[in-house]
């Protein structure tokens, strides 16, 4: 089992940048493929990207590839979500999951680990 904590989040103006984290507790944090989530109030939770346990293999969605870059360090046992060229329409609560699983994942109920959420809020 791993426990996930975001952080990084906060108010942006638009074309600025932002670095999410995703801290996990356990020592197995290495084997847990990595997804980032989005989700505004009254709208369904929308994928961003994606990350394999080592790191090799990654996926994003086409409203945030070539601007978002997702990352991992094993040894700090901490994932990342680089944000940049923000837009107002990334404005959301972003949340991080985790599944102990071999690949990438891009739905949501393929992870039965998440953090509690931090909000990005992008000025126009």
């Known amino acids: 089992q791993v426990q996930l904590v975001e952080s990084g989040g906060g108010l942006v103006q638009a074309g600025g940048s932002l670095r999410l984290s995703c801290a996990a507790s356990g020592r197995t944090f290495g084997s847990y493929a990595v997804g980032w989530f989005r989700q505004v109030p009254g709208k369904e939770r929308e994928f961003v990207a994606a990350?394999?346990?080592?790191?090799?293999?990654?996926d994003y969605s086409d409203s945030v590839k070539g601007r978002f870059t997702i990352s991992r360090d094993n040894a700090k046992n901490t994932g990342y979500l680089q944000m940049n060229s923000l837009k107002p329409e990334d404005t959301a609560v972003y949340y991080c999951?985790?599944?102990?699983?071999?690949?990438?994942?891009?739905?949501?109920?393929?992870?039965?680990?998440w953090g509690q959420g931090t909000q990005v809020t992008v000025s126009s």
């Open positions: 990350i394999n346990w080592s790191g090799a293999s990654t």
């Open positions: 999951a985790a599944v102990q699983r071999a690949g990438t994942f891009s739905k949501g109920n393929s992870y039965p680990y």
